[in-house]
């Protein structure tokens, strides 16, 4: 069965860091593409970044560029989202997916709030 | 990189059909057919209905249909039924990028 489940948010003050991880599971992690797509509080999904197979090609959203990186560890099967310089915007939902016949898979996501 | 274009809202009797329709440009919807459709109920993930335009991943069931006419993809579901009351969200490839739609909130009356 494929899961996805992701870790790493919480509350955190505007200017700082965080690190989400996506832990994949019940398929070959390192032949798909992977992409991040987040939600903010009562509003829509909004893509923010994608990483190829083999991790040597990444594309950003441009509200994210040079603030997100977005990496793989296929040994692990776990993508992950490093994200700095946040502000109260980047409060949402992130979700990882599965990019096969569409986002074929998709975690449950993981709450990450911008506050003082 | 623009957000598609879809009605905010439709509503629809039980048993009746809805489209809903997403709008982009040249340089995604018009461009390639990578056109998918999610479903997301409230407090849950989204799941995908249809992709590649036309397509239905296994288990979906065949009242969900996609089409697109140049800029425009489309997604109609007949036979209404109280569980399809849900938002709606288009997704295009956008040539090294994913744009999606703002949503549509789908009421079955």
């Known amino acids: 069965e494929v899961q996805l489940v992701e870790s790493g948010g919480g509350l955190v003050q505007p200017g700082g860091s965080l690190r989400l991880s996506c832990a994949a599971s019940?398929?070959?992690?390192?032949?798909?593409?992977m992409h991040w797509v987040r939600q903010a509080p009562g509003k829509g999904l909004v893509w923010v970044s994608l990483?190829?197979?083999?991790?040597?090609?990444?594309n950003y959203a441009d509200s994210v560029k040079g603030r997100f990186t977005i990496s793989r560890d296929n040994a692990k099967n776990t993508v992950f989202l490093q994200m700095n310089s946040l502000g109260a915007e980047d409060t949402a939902v992130y979700y990882c997916?599965?990019?096969?016949?569409?986002?074929?898979?998709w975690g449950q996501g993981t709450l990450v709030t911008v506050s003082s | 990189q623009s957000a598609l274009t879809q009605p905010r809202s439709v509503s629809e009797s039980p048993g009746q059909s809805v489209a809903i329709s997403c709008t982009g440009t040249?340089?995604?919807?018009?461009?390639?057919?990578?056109v998918s459709w999610y479903q997301q109920h409230p407090g849950k993930a989204p799941k995908v209905m249809i992709y590649?335009?036309?397509k239905r991943p296994s288990g979906v069931p065949d009242r969900f249909s996609g089409s697109k006419s140049g800029n425009t993809a489309s997604l109609t579901i007949s036979g209404l039924q109280a569980e399809d009351e849900a938002d709606y969200y288009c997704?295009?490839?956008?040539?090294?990028?994913?744009?999606f739609g703002g949503g549509t909130k789908l009421t079955v009356l």
């Open positions: 997916a599965r990019d096969y016949n569409g986002l074929g898979y």
């Open positions: 019940g398929f070959t992690f390192s032949t798909f593409r």
């Open positions: 990483i190829s197979s083999d991790g040597k090609t990444t």
């Open positions: 040249s340089s995604d919807v018009g461009a390639y057919d990578y």
């Open positions: 590649d335009v036309t």
């Open positions: 997704c295009s490839w956008a040539g090294n990028s994913l744009a």
